[in-house]
């Protein structure tokens, strides 16, 4: 509520000034700030950063999807539709239309926002210029903003995730991506230091010789005396790799739900 008179004071109202505006308040179903705020603006200033930062998570996702589109990772696409997405000149296209219009969001939000933080800086009680520039500036960020977060929400209702050619990029690494598993397993038993030059070692050396990781170390007597075939042949299995990622997520959601 903003409500308090020439200087916020409720001086007007007399001894009546404040059990005036908390009935006021109720009427129209407002918070009553605890001073007037009329040149304090860390509320709207609070409110520009949420909405800055709403707009960025978006961003996030949306970059990550239009990366994950390129023809040569393909592994995951923006719901396909008559019309949506296609080329001029280039009928194969797919392109990322929503993840292109969350990005521009998420490019705006910071730079609106910025205007409302420089606009906490007011004179006295009524300042002359900031609060004005704040008019055109916060419809505009939470309209980009919800822009951005209704663009993702389509992506993620529809989102197309090709789980072949994810395995099959993990495929293209020759086994490298799963070098940390190797070196762990292998650090239990001659050390950190020791595991992490060795697999180091036989990782360039697979690059070099274009050769699977996998049978690099076969061919190693120092890994094979402590890693028989079955225990590596598992350690270079992706899907059993995964560590604490579901739990993470669930972790994610049920704190979701508790806000």
């Known amino acids: 509520l903003q409500f308090g008179g020439a200087a916020g004071t409720l001086a007007a109202l007399g001894d009546n000034g404040l059990a005036i505006a908390e009935r006021l308040a109720q009427e129209l179903n407002l918070q009553l700030p ?6 304090h603006r860390d509320r709207i200033a609070e409110a520009a950063s949420a909405f800055a930062i709403l707009a960025g998570s978006c961003g996030k996702i949306a ?13 995951a696409f923006e719901p396909a539709g008559e019309g949506r997405g296609g080329s001029s000149t280039m009928p194969h296209k797919r392109n990322p239309v929503a993840a ?10 910071p730079q609106l926002a910025a205007t409302i933080l420089a606009a906490q800086v ?30 993702i ?16 990029n993990l495929d293209a690494t020759h ?15 001659i050390g950190k230091s020791d595991a992490h030059h060795l697999i180091e070692a ?6 070099a010789e274009k050769k699977h990781l996998r049978d690099v ?11 028989p075939p079955e225990k590596l042949a598992a350690l270079f299995e992706p899907m059993a790799y995964q560590g604490a990622s579901q739990a993470l997520i669930d972790r994610l959601l049920a704190s979701l739900n508790l806000s």
Do not use: N, Y
């Open 34 to 39: 605890e001073a007037p705020w009329h040149t």
């Open 63 to 75: 970059r990550d999807v239009s990366l994950m589109m390129q023809t040569d990772v393909a592994e």
């Open 100 to 109: 292109a219009s969350a990005l521009g969001a998420a490019t705006m939000a």
């Open 122 to 151: 007011q004179d006295h009680e009524r300042s002359a210029g900031p609060w004005h520039a704040e008019w055109p500036t916060l419809p505009q960020l939470m309209l980009v903003t919800s822009g951005a977060l209704a663009a």
């Open 153 to 168: 929400v389509d992506i993620a209702e529809g989102l197309d995730v090709d789980a072949a050619r994810m395995r099959s």
């Open 175 to 189: 086994g490298l991506i799963m070098a940390e598993a190797v070196t762990f397993a292998l650090a239990e038993k």
């Open 202 to 207: 036989a990782s360039k050396r697979a690059v």
């Open 217 to 227: 170390l076969s061919a190693d007597s120092q890994v094979t005396a402590h890693l």
